[in-house]
């Protein structure tokens, strides 16, 4: 099983560029048994042979393979802790050394939800304190369709379903069976197609030079092997400004090398401090 794993993750490295091999082989298993039916295959060798002669099964591969699970507020507890306490904190010390620039990664954002929603706590507490500050979130994935839909900034319920009524009403707008974001919420974010593997880059393109106050970074690494952890981990810690805010998904960690490096903000949630 394993071996023909391999030949579809190397064909599709080959065909169109992107790299799978650093996943675990448990979730690959999964995701690939999901397009045997549909190809009408009975096993993986014969999917290979589909996969071999037409073309846009490779498309449609690589969007049941990339992680696109996401809606607004998921995880409130997270998310009503960033608000309570750590943006307070970031804006408190950035008015101190008199910087009104904040800079925010979200890597691995799906469809967008995570960043807007950052984006949607920014605004209530920048209004709640009266100020005003030049606010930079990058938001960033390897599939091309997930940022589609980010930039268009349309949801159904189901993404929206954690977001407090007042909120809801505030920074949407219901048509028919969709949630439009307002423009005001849309403009705070800027998407891009991002390889959490290139070895040129440490962070987005479009951020120049990381130096980020706030990288998210949830339920990313835990499908991938330790080796590839390390390579993500690398990023996220290069790109982050000391004193800055790592957010992890709830069942991950700093790797080993890094453990030191950071701090645990509180016990409630996988919030960490860069020393």
Known sequence: MEQIINEILNFLREQRGYDFTGNRLLMLERRITKRLSPTKS?????????????????????????????????????????????LPILLEEKKARKNNSIRIWSAGCASGEEPYTLAILLKEQLEKENINFTIHIFATDIDINSQLKAEKASFTFEDIKNTKLGLLKKYFIENSDHFELKPEIKKMVKFSKFDLFDNKKYSPPGSIFGSFDIVLCRNVLIYFKPDFQKKIFDKLFRSLNRGGYLVLGEAEVPI????????????CCKIYQKR
């Open 256 to 267: 080993e090398k890094y453990r030191s490096k950071f701090k645990r903000f509180d016990k």
């Open 42 to 86: 009975n096993s993986f060798e014969e999917y290979f042979k589909y996969l071999l002669i037409h073309s846009e099964e490779m498309d449609k591969l690589i969007n049941d393979l990339t992680i696109n699970v996401s809606n607004f507020f998921r995880n409130p507890l997270v998310w009503e802790y960033l608000a309570k306490y750590i």
